[in-house]
């Protein structure tokens, strides 16, 4: 990744090769495909993604693993002020344990230190323990319960927090 926190080009990722770069309207259709594979009911629409993709850079960073064209990943970042919100991480089923989920929340992290926030949040389902473990293994803790966060399902979120300058464990 280059010090100006762009990603085109960045760096490969897992065994798979991929690439982080910065998504783009393009990449919308096949976003929503595997939106729609791993959260169902509750994916964010188009007109949602393209709401957030309108505010970047002002304050949105939306990144997607490019492997060659193929989409393995994706994540999003809100910033406020001081302050940074994880607004979404995915990745493709079969790219699970490849890295390419640690890669972009890295890439977030990275973003999130460049523009000069203490501290970052984030929600994920109770009952997604693979996404706990890995918000845990880079220094996230539970600071809270949001009850039947998730729609339309109602299922709860956990709500964490970790400082951006913490190392990860």
Same mark, same amino acid.
């Given at each position: @990744?280059?010090? +100006?926190?762009?990603?085109?080009?960045?760096?490969?990722?897992?065994?798979? %090769?991929?690439?982080?770069? /910065? @998504?783009?309207?393009?990449?919308?259709?096949?976003?929503?495909? =595997? %939106?729609?594979?791993?959260?169902? +009911?509750?994916?964010?629409?188009?007109? @949602?993604?393209?709401?957030?993709? &309108? $505010?970047?850079?002002?304050?949105?960073?939306? =990144?997607? &693993?490019? +492997?060659?064209?193929?989409? !393995?990943?994706? #994540?999003?970042?809100?910033? !406020?002020? /001081?302050? /940074? +919100?994880?607004?979404?991480?995915?990745? &493709? $089923?079969?790219?699970?344990?490849?890295?390419? *989920?640690?890669?972009?929340?890295?890439?977030?992290? !990275?973003?999130?230190?460049?523009? *000069?926030? &203490?501290?970052?949040?984030? %929600?994920?389902?109770?009952?997604?323990?693979?996404?706990?473990?890995?918000?845990?293994?880079y220094?996230?803790?539970?600071?809270?319960?949001?009850?039947?966060?998730?729609?339309?399902?109602? #299922?709860?979120?956990?709500? @964490?927090r970790?400082?951006?300058? %913490? #190392?990860?464990?």
């Amino acid at each position: @990744m280059k010090g +100006d926190g762009q990603v085109s080009g960045g760096p490969r990722i897992g065994r798979a %090769e991929a690439t982080l770069r /910065a @998504m783009t309207p393009a990449d919308l259709g096949t976003v929503l495909e =595997l %939106e729609r594979a791993l959260f169902g +009911d509750e994916g964010w629409s188009r007109q @949602m993604l393209e709401g957030e993709l &309108a $505010a970047q850079p002002r304050s949105r960073y939306y =990144l997607v &693993a490019d +492997d060659h064209g193929v989409l !393995a990943g994706y #994540a999003g970042l809100l910033v !406020a002020g /001081a302050q /940074a +919100d994880v607004l979404t991480l995915a990745v &493709a $089923a079969d790219r699970w344990g490849q890295g390419t *989920g640690s890669a972009l929340l890295e890439a977030l992290l !990275a973003e999130a230190a460049r523009r *000069g926030c &203490a501290e970052i949040f984030l %929600e994920v389902r109770t009952d997604n323990t693979r996404a706990q473990r890995l918000y845990r293994r880079y220094g996230f803790s539970q600071i809270g319960i949001r009850r039947g966060y998730y729609q339309p399902s109602g #299922a709860d979120a956990l709500v @964490m927090r970790r400082d951006v300058g %913490e #190392a990860a464990r």
